[in-house]
């Protein structure tokens, strides 16, 4: 690797990072606001804050993966795929590239 690609590497982790502690301040922040405007108006929800962080997250996960996928089922499996051997769903730690297409 040379001092050009380490650099670079460098500066993509902790671009990366940056960009996930950010996505992690707003939904924490929104479910702050959410939490606040229930607790102001009195609202009785029950136990569990609809706009909590586990509905939050799951919110930017979905739409990100809309916009990955862009409506093509092959690049929804190959995410879906990946996603589950994450979560150790495979025993054998399935991962899943996409192959390109050929164009006529």
Same mark, same amino acid.
Do not use: R, W
């Given at each position: 690797?040379?001092?050009?690609?380490?650099?670079?590497?460098?500066?993509? %982790? $902790?671009?990366?990072? !940056?960009?996930?502690?950010?996505?992690?301040?707003? *939904?924490? #922040?929104? %479910? $702050?606001?959410?939490? !606040?405007?229930?607790?102001?108006?009195?609202?009785? *929800?029950? #136990?569990?804050?609809?706009?909590?962080?586990?509905?939050?997250?799951?919110?930017?996960?979905s739409y990100l993966f809309e916009d990955l996928h862009k409506n093509n089922k092959d690049v929804a499996k190959v995410i879906l795929t990946n996603m589950a051997g994450q979560a150790?769903?495979?025993?054998?730690?399935?991962?899943?590239?996409?192959?390109?297409?050929?164009?006529?």
């Open positions: 690797m040379t001092e050009l690609d380490e650099e670079f590497t460098e500066l993509l %982790e $902790k671009n990366e990072h !940056k960009l996930l502690k950010d996505i992690e301040l707003a *939904i924490k #922040e929104c %479910e $702050k606001k959410c939490k !606040k405007y229930v607790v102001q108006h009195n609202i009785k *929800i029950g #136990e569990i804050l609809p706009a909590n962080t586990d509905y939050l997250k799951a919110i930017v996960m150790g769903l495979y025993e054998d730690n399935t991962h899943v590239e996409l192959t390109p297409s050929k164009q006529d």
